[in-house]
């Protein structure tokens, strides 16, 4: 097993032997210790103005590496398929609501009310690059987010449910802000796939959001889920705090396609 490097102190100038003892003695120490803020607040009365700098931006700097380590590791766990962002998207062929749109969506508010989404439109106008772009913004601003196809997150479930481990699994995913479910309806789910699919999108109900990208409308979901009740369950409950955003056009995949050149 792999461990990580000892950190070392950057040679920025020439030093005191002295001096680099005493820094390599605080690094030592420092592996030992978690900040006391009772302790901190007496070596601040102590303190120098200069000091006071100095410790300033020491806890600036382990503040912002610690947030870049955060989004990292966030990114990673979301599963993200491409890297996609909202730089240089093209909004022309988005329908929002009336009282809603582009900025509204941009500024991730809807994570905080727990609301949902569904993109609904014709393959290839757009509906995942938009949900992976907001998923990663997401991350970026501290949200725990997940990604998966609606058929993968079924058999993942299915695995952990023969496993006996879907209380730890649906666990795990509950961690997440933001959920995204892309190609609903893409391919048929049998009854066990849509009683998880549904466990998964009732639990999150009012606790955390749903992203949908699906070219079935609504009327179609009961094929989705092959019972009519539990679409109807699904449907209330996304109309209820969710917002459609309808996707137009021809597919970007069938304009930019190498065969039709």
Known sequence: MSTRPEPRIPETKRRRADTIAKSEHIMALS???????SVLAETLAEATPAQLDFIERWFQAEIASREA?????LLKAAGFPADKTLDGYDWAGLKFPADWGRTQLE????????????????????KTH??????RAACR???????????SLVMRLRRAKQDNR?????????????IILDELGYIPIDEEGSRLLFQI?????????IIYTTNIEFSGWTRVFGDPNMAAAVID??????????????????????MTK
């Open 31 to 37: 592996k030992h210790l978690t900040l006391t803020r």
């Open 69 to 73: 380590a955060k989004r990292v590791r």
């Open 107 to 126: 500024s991730l508010g809807f994570i905080d009310r727990h609301e949902d989404l569904v993109l609904y439109g014709p393959v290839g106008t757009g």
């Open 130 to 135: 938009l949900a992976i772009a907001l998923g």
């Open 141 to 151: 601003n501290g949200i725990p987010v997940r990604f998966f196809t609606t058929s």
């Open 166 to 178: 879907l209380d730890r699994e649906l666990a795990m995913i509950g961690k997440a802000r933001l």
């Open 201 to 209: 999108i009732a639990d999150s109900y009012e606790t955390r959001s």
């Open 237 to 258: 409950r996304t109309v209820h705090h969710g917002r459609l955003i309808r996707f137009q056009g021809a597919s970007y995949r069938s304009r930019h396609a190498l």
